[in-house]
């Protein structure tokens, strides 16, 4: 591409912004002491291409620059950076012993800043209600000293079923200090689900709630409770944090009584790929994964993404909109790592009406405030107007993920909420839990792009032969290790699950299992799951990009296309679409969507028939369920094709087993 032919960015950072940047102060730091490329004022992209190009060539440096940076603590040295390359293997500063509490809670020996907030709590009164860093350092101190007259040792799992609520960072933070392995749920998740992730585990003492808050009603979790006690039976202690208001029930421990106490917290130190939590992938079509990350693995990836690509430190506030069953809430927590005040928002995303979070970014001071595509979208759509009715005069970046932001929902974001907006679109996951690509705030934005790929990781597009292809669509591939890497599954003997997960179609290489195009200018755009990819006449399509010209249709609430390869060498391709209230699924509605398919895309993109559904079924984390809809529809039975327990509304997949079970019907009578 020519330079005449670059597409004009979005947003440019102005040169003061690239200049305080703390991606900026760190690389001419790093040229300096560990031999970085030169950085060059006039050429910010060229600069940050250089950067991220010794990153992964001397990635050793790199990650030692990264430590020293950011004053890691070891308490034992390690003996090496990375022992072996090899993925998966790789063995990071080995020999080496920290805590990851320790890094999160240092700020609070700062007198300056001891009574400033650590966490911002807001419910759905929308009240923010601080906790003090010397508070907080306090209750996990009390804490952590209980949990060990429990006999909670290194490596023990402790468990929470909490919302997003202080409580659920100082017992996470109490678990870690003393090597402990924190896990954790939201409470809208049945006990079922619960049980399939918990028992995998085996924890030891339950952190849970009574009940919680959400879109204005009250949720009781009572009868929930009593059957994971009841489902556990490793369980030495039950901790009852009384959100509603209720008594303990028999035999649990009061959360008060267990963070009374004024104690300095003694933090265990661990190896570095000591456990620090186990977080859990979707589990759609079987038991959940359990991955295993390490306390040194996501302190230093950790460090490096909100530090740097985040561009977060002290006096900054930091609020993703999450719960504690995704794991962008662990990613949220680790702003304590940097010194960020970190927001915590415990209600519904729309309540009481589709402008909350603007709300809560307004009433918090919010600088980076991170949601999902699909609340932008459902803003635009509501025309929601976040500058005229907020003050968001301190936010400077809106953070996306969950799935790829279409380019409308850039250029509501740039019209809607400031022209001088940093938007970052990222793009990670939780098996890293962390990002690939995403946020650098001395870069460009482009409309419907990421911005580039993360530093000290190797992001490749990768062909079916396993070669690496620009401007071209491929998979997303990392081909060198990354300290957030999962050290392993749970109960995964062999690491054969681990492998086959990453490492089958391409060894030595994670491919992570999504469709990606890697531009020439070093950006990065995302199609969407790769094992959900459509490929018709062996062109290969992302579902986020029809998704992207449907639901720009007023008509049209949400959509779900599938691929579907038949029999004797057929491929149905139907697009199931949830209407607007209001609307109606007729011959000029669907000829609307097929000409913006056609006109927008390409005629492969038009789908072979449209077809009104009552709603779109998601994964508990809001994640469309493209590959157990693509089993249904090839005759799957509901109960081999999807775990139940995974599912928002499990009800949803019998019209897709249905529809599967008929069109098989008529292929067994055809042959």
Same mark, same amino acid.
């Given at each position: 591409?020519?330079?005449?032919?670059?597409?004009?960015?979005?947003?440019?950072?102005?040169?003061?912004?690239?200049?305080?940047?703390?991606?900026?102060?760190?690389?001419?730091?790093?040229?300096?002491?560990?031999?970085?490329?030169?950085?060059?004022? $006039?050429?910010?992209?060229?600069?940050?291409?250089?950067?991220?190009?010794?990153?992964?060539?001397?990635?050793?440096?790199?990650?030692?620059? &990264?430590?020293?940076?950011?004053?890691?603590?070891?308490?034992?040295?390690?003996?090496?950076?990375?022992?072996?390359?090899?993925?998966?293997?790789?063995?990071?500063?080995?020999?080496?012993?920290?805590?990851?509490?320790?890094?999160?809670?240092?700020?609070?020996?700062?007198?300056?800043?001891?009574?400033?907030?650590?966490?911002?709590?807001?419910?759905?009164?929308?009240?923010?209600?601080?906790?003090?860093?010397?508070?907080?350092?306090?209750?996990?101190?009390?804490? $952590?000293?209980?949990?060990?007259?429990?006999?909670?040792?290194?490596?023990?799992?402790? +468990?929470?079923?909490?919302?997003?609520?202080?409580?659920?960072?100082?017992?996470?933070?109490?678990?870690?200090?003393?090597?402990?392995?924190?896990?954790?749920? $939201?409470?809208?998740?049945?006990?079922?689900?619960?049980?399939?992730?918990?028992?995998?585990?085996?924890?030891?003492?339950?952190?849970?709630?009574?009940?919680?808050?959400?879109?204005?009603?009250?949720?009781?979790?009572?009868?929930?409770?009593?059957?994971?006690?009841?489902?556990?039976?490793?369980?030495?202690?039950? =901790?009852?944090?009384?959100?509603?208001?209720?008594?303990?029930?028999?035999?649990?421990?009061?959360?008060?009584?267990?963070?009374?106490?004024?104690?300095?917290?003694?933090?265990?130190?661990?190896?570095?790929?000591?456990?620090?939590?186990?977080?859990?992938?979707?589990?759609?079509?079987?038991?959940?994964?359990?991955?295993?990350?390490?306390?040194?693995?996501?302190?230093?990836?950790?460090?490096?993404?909100?530090?740097?690509?985040?561009?977060?430190?002290?006096?900054?506030?930091?609020?993703?909109?999450?719960?504690?069953?995704?794991?962008?809430?662990?990613?949220?927590?680790?702003?304590?790592?940097?010194?960020?005040?970190? &927001?915590?928002?415990?209600?519904?995303?729309?309540?009481?009406?589709?402008?909350?979070?603007?709300?809560?970014?307004?009433?918090?001071?919010?600088?980076?405030?991170?949601?999902? $595509?699909?609340?932008?979208?459902? +803003?635009?759509?509501?025309?929601?107007?976040?500058?005229?009715?907020?003050?968001?005069?301190?936010?400077?970046?809106?953070?996306?993920?969950?799935?790829?932001?279409?380019?409308?929902?850039?250029?509501?974001?740039?019209?809607?909420?400031?022209?001088?907006?940093?938007?970052?679109?990222?793009?990670?996951?939780?098996?890293?839990?962390?990002?690939?690509?995403?946020? =650098?705030?001395?870069?460009?934005?482009?409309?419907?792009?990421?911005?580039?790929?993360?530093?000290?990781?190797?992001?490749?597009?990768?062909?079916?032969?396993?070669?690496?292809?620009?401007?071209?669509?491929?998979?997303?591939?990392?081909?060198?290790?990354?300290?957030?890497?999962?050290?392993?599954?749970?109960?995964?003997?062999?690491?054969?699950?681990?492998?086959?997960?990453?490492?089958?179609?391409?060894?030595?290489?994670?491919?992570?299992?999504?469709?990606?195009?890697?531009?020439?200018?070093?950006?990065?755009?995302?199609?969407?799951?790769?094992?959900?990819?459509?490929?018709?006449?062996?062109?290969?399509?992302?579902?986020?990009?029809?998704?992207?010209?449907?639901?720009?249709?007023?008509?049209?609430?949400?959509?779900? =296309?599938?691929?579907?390869?038949?029999?004797?060498?057929?491929?149905?391709?139907?697009?199931?679409?949830?209407?607007?209230?209001?609307?109606?699924?007729?011959?000029?509605?669907?000829?609307?969507?097929?000409?913006?398919?056609?006109?927008?895309?390409?005629?492969?993109?038009?789908?072979?028939?449209?077809?009104?559904?009552?709603?779109?079924?998601?994964?508990?984390?809001?994640?469309?369920?493209?590959?157990? =809809?693509?089993?249904?529809?090839?005759?799957?039975?509901?109960?081999?094709?999807?775990?139940?327990?995974?599912?928002?509304?499990?009800?949803?997949?019998?019209?897709?087993?249905?529809?599967?079970?008929?069109?098989?019907?008529?292929?067994?009578?055809?042959?």
């Amino acid at each position: 591409m020519t330079a005449a032919q670059q597409p004009e960015p979005l947003w440019e950072p102005g040169a003061d912004r690239i200049e305080q940047a703390r991606l900026t102060r760190f690389h001419d730091w790093a040229v300096d002491r560990h031999g970085a490329p030169a950085r060059s004022e $006039a050429d910010p992209q060229g600069s940050y291409a250089a950067l991220h190009r010794w990153s992964v060539e001397e990635l050793e440096t790199f990650w030692e620059s &990264v430590v020293e940076w950011f004053d890691v603590r070891f308490d034992t040295p390690p003996t090496e950076v990375l022992a072996g390359s090899a993925m998966p293997g790789a063995a990071w500063f080995p020999g080496a012993t920290l805590n990851y509490a320790e890094h999160a809670l240092r700020s609070a020996l700062d007198p300056a800043r001891a009574d400033t907030p650590a966490l911002l709590h807001v419910d759905e009164e929308q009240r923010p209600d601080p906790v003090g860093w010397a508070e907080l350092r306090r209750q996990v101190g009390s804490l $952590a000293a209980e949990l060990r007259r429990l006999g909670v040792r290194p490596g023990d799992r402790v +468990c929470g079923y909490v919302p997003n609520i202080p409580q659920a960072v100082t017992a996470f933070l109490a678990a870690a200090t003393v090597g402990a392995v924190w896990t954790s749920t $939201a409470p809208d998740f049945g006990a079922r689900s619960v049980l399939d992730r918990f028992q995998q585990v085996e924890p030891v003492v339950l952190f849970t709630v009574d009940g919680y808050r959400y879109g204005g009603k009250t949720h009781d979790r009572t009868q929930t409770v009593a059957e994971l006690r009841e489902g556990l039976p490793t369980l030495r202690a039950t =901790v009852h944090i009384p959100l509603l208001g209720t008594a303990a029930p028999e035999g649990a421990l009061e959360w008060a009584d267990l963070t009374a106490a004024d104690i300095e917290p003694v933090f265990e130190q661990v190896a570095f790929d000591h456990p620090l939590w186990v977080l859990y992938s979707s589990g759609t079509t079987g038991l959940p994964k359990a991955i295993v990350q390490s306390q040194g693995g996501i302190l230093l990836e950790h460090l490096k993404q909100i530090g740097l690509h985040c561009d977060l430190g002290p006096g900054d506030r930091f609020f993703w909109f999450t719960s504690t069953g995704w794991m962008m809430w662990n990613f949220l927590v680790s702003g304590l790592l940097t010194g960020t005040t970190v &927001v915590l928002y415990d209600g519904s995303p729309g309540y009481p009406g589709i402008d909350a979070q603007w709300r809560i970014a307004e009433l918090t001071g919010a600088h980076l405030y991170g949601t999902s $595509a699909a609340y932008v979208m459902a +803003c635009r759509k509501a025309e929601a107007r976040p500058a005229r009715d907020f003050d968001l005069s301190a936010l400077r970046c809106v953070a996306t993920t969950g799935s790829p932001l279409p380019p409308d929902g850039f250029r509501w974001l740039h019209e809607e909420v400031a022209e001088d907006l940093w938007i970052a679109s990222v793009s990670g996951g939780t098996d890293v839990c962390s990002c690939f690509a995403g946020a =650098v705030p001395t870069l460009p934005v482009h409309t419907g792009e990421l911005q580039a790929p993360c530093l000290g990781t190797d992001l490749r597009s990768y062909d079916p032969q396993g070669r690496p292809v620009v401007d071209e669509v491929g998979e997303l591939v990392v081909t060198n290790p990354m300290p957030s890497m999962p050290v392993r599954f749970w109960n995964d003997p062999g690491d054969a699950r681990y492998r086959e997960s990453y490492f089958e179609m391409y060894p030595g290489v994670w491919r992570h299992g999504d469709w990606i195009t890697l531009t020439s200018r070093g950006s990065v755009v995302i199609h969407g799951r790769s094992d959900s990819t459509l490929n018709r006449q062996g062109v290969r399509m992302g579902s986020a990009d029809i998704y992207e010209v449907v639901e720009r249709l007023s008509e049209i609430k949400e959509s779900l =296309v599938i691929g579907v390869e038949e029999a004797e060498g057929g491929y149905w391709m139907p697009l199931f679409v949830q209407l607007a209230p209001g609307a109606a699924l007729d011959d000029e509605l669907r000829d609307r969507v097929r000409a913006a398919l056609r006109a927008e895309l390409s005629p492969r993109h038009v789908p072979d028939e449209i077809i009104e559904i009552e709603a779109v079924p998601h994964t508990l984390t809001g994640k469309r369920l493209e590959v157990p =809809v693509k089993r249904l529809l090839q005759g799957t039975a509901l109960e081999k094709a999807v775990n139940p327990g995974s599912v928002d509304h499990v009800e949803l997949l019998r019209f897709y087993e249905e529809l599967g079970s008929k069109r098989g019907g008529r292929a067994d009578r055809a042959g």
